[in-house]
């Protein structure tokens, strides 16, 4: 009877372990698995090779059954390699996929396998990620300038720098709160909805010096990328007439004048020193920087020459 089975179905047999052995090879933590299939194939051969002889030797048919109790005994006696498959997880108790039923030797759900393989759960991720899902990464892990897809980047925040000329003086601020605490700047803040630029430079630099200032001029554009995720737009104007009277101080700042040939930029942003220079000489820019909270990790700084 078994010899008639073999004859008919041990090809299929073969074929189906055969099959199921190479498509465990494409998933990764599976060589006990693996292994297991090997079994079986060696397994089904020494059946096969155990009914073969039966006729050769002229043994009787019941001999048949011998053969397949030894090869039973044999995978009972090594059942933890010839059955490394559970249908459920072990840590949570889900039941598991087909993948990871035939594919994972700790036999996990997907969960539990993310958690046990967080390296393969990123690659993933990545894998499936959407291109702007991959440059917001690219941008936020960025160290350098050159790294970041500048056509790609969007700020988070907008925001004004307004430098009052009067004669040889220029007049700054001194943060007394909020980002840049202790730093000289330039008046300046947020562009609020609904606002254009020019408006939020007039309007800041009244609210930060009580002064009305007028014929300004855009002088550059200042990229910054924070790496807390913070990520700015700032647009730097000079004005060259003001009225009004100058305040002595409001909650966040201190307005005061200084002479251009004294600016400390040892009190300023690290990067104020890069683009301020040449602006002061009448020369337009952009300027791309990362910091990392205060502190300037890399910057590039394009003058895009004379303003006549």
Not at 42 to 52: H, I, K, P, R
Not at 106 to 113: E, I, S
Not at 218 to 242: H, N, P
Request: proline fraction near 4%; hydrophobic fraction near 40%.
């Amino acid at each position: 009877m078994l010899a008639n089975f073999f004859n008919s179905y041990f090809p299929y047999v073969m074929i189906a372990i055969v099959v199921l052995h190479l498509t465990q090879r494409k998933y990764p933590h599976s060589a006990k698995k693996q292994a297991a299939t090997l079994l079986w194939a060696a397994d089904c051969l020494l059946l096969y090779f155990l009914v073969l002889m039966i006729p050769i030797y002229s043994l009787p048919a019941w001999t048949e059954w011998i053969a397949l109790l030894i090869t039973t005994l044999i995978a009972i006696l090594m059942r933890k390699k010839f059955f490394p498959f559970k249908r459920h997880c072990p840590k949570c108790g889900k039941k598991i996929d087909f993948d990871k039923f035939i594919g994972c030797d700790k036999n996990l759900c997907q969960d539990c396998y993310w958690e046990e393989y967080p390296e393969e759960a990123r690659i993933e991720r990545e894998k499936n990620m959407t291109i702007a899902e991959k440059t917001e990464i690219a941008i936020n892990n960025a160290n350098s300038v050159e790294e970041i897809p500048w056509d790609n980047w969007e700020p988070t925040e907008r925001c004004v720098l307004t430098y009052l000329f009067d004669g040889d003086r220029v007049l700054l601020i001194e943060k007394k709160k909020g980002m840049g605490t202790g730093y000289i700047n330039a008046p300046g803040g947020h562009i609020e909805l609904e606002e254009t630029k020019l408006e939020a430079a007039i309007r800041e630099a009244k609210e930060e010096t009580g002064l009305d200032v007028s014929d300004l001029k855009e002088r550059g554009t200042l990229y910054f990328q924070f790496k807390d995720g913070i990520r700015m737009l700032g647009y730097v104007f000079f004005a060259y007439s003001y009225s009004g009277e100058l305040i002595d101080e409001c909650e966040e700042t201190k307005p005061f004048w200084c002479k251009v040939s004294e600016l400390d930029y040892s009190r300023m942003w690290e990067d104020d020193i890069l683009w301020l220079p040449p602006a002061l000489e009448g020369k337009k820019f952009e300027g791309y920087f990362i910091f990392d909270g205060n502190t300037l990790l890399d910057s590039k700084v394009i003058l895009e020459g004379d303003d006549e």
